[in-house]
């Protein structure tokens, strides 16, 4: 995998650097972010934390990407400018580690009184559409019985 930077244009509104570059990836797949944040990280000797990859975008065919990455000053500067989502992505791995440590930990007495309230959540539905349901046969019952005493008082 060879990174090549087309354009880099520094930004001083948004205090961060513009870079687009070119991805050749011969005979592998399309790199995920990770990768290509360290590689940008080490040509520019920058921080890997510092760099937010807005886009990839493969050509079909030929083993070259496009791409277009933000390089912030600080992390919290690029947190506060950001969209959430393009957050997200460029820090699926660390959450993904965060997730792993989670599920390694043993459910404790908390955890299993939480289960214990979703259980009895998905039952209290089928409880409401008895409730509807009788409430349905008792309005149909009480129009029926409206409808026959019309009826009687248009006999007489």
Known sequence: MDIEINEKKNNPLFNRTEVHFTINHEGEGTPNR?????????????KKENI?????TS???IQKSRGYAKI???PKKAANLER???LKRNQATQKDKKK???NKQP?????KDETTKEE?????PTSKKEETDAKTKEEKDDTSKINSEKSEEKKE
């Open 52 to 56: 937010i990859i807005n886009n990839i």
């Open 59 to 61: 050509s079909f065919g």
């Open 120 to 124: 009895d959540k998905i039952t209290e």
């Open 84 to 86: 959430k989502y393009i």
């Open 107 to 111: 459910k404790t007495e908390e955890t």
């Open 100 to 102: 792993d440590e989670d």
């Open 34 to 46: 990770e990768i290509i944040r360290s590689e940008i990280a080490d040509k520019l000797n920058v």
């Open 72 to 74: 912030y000053t600080n």
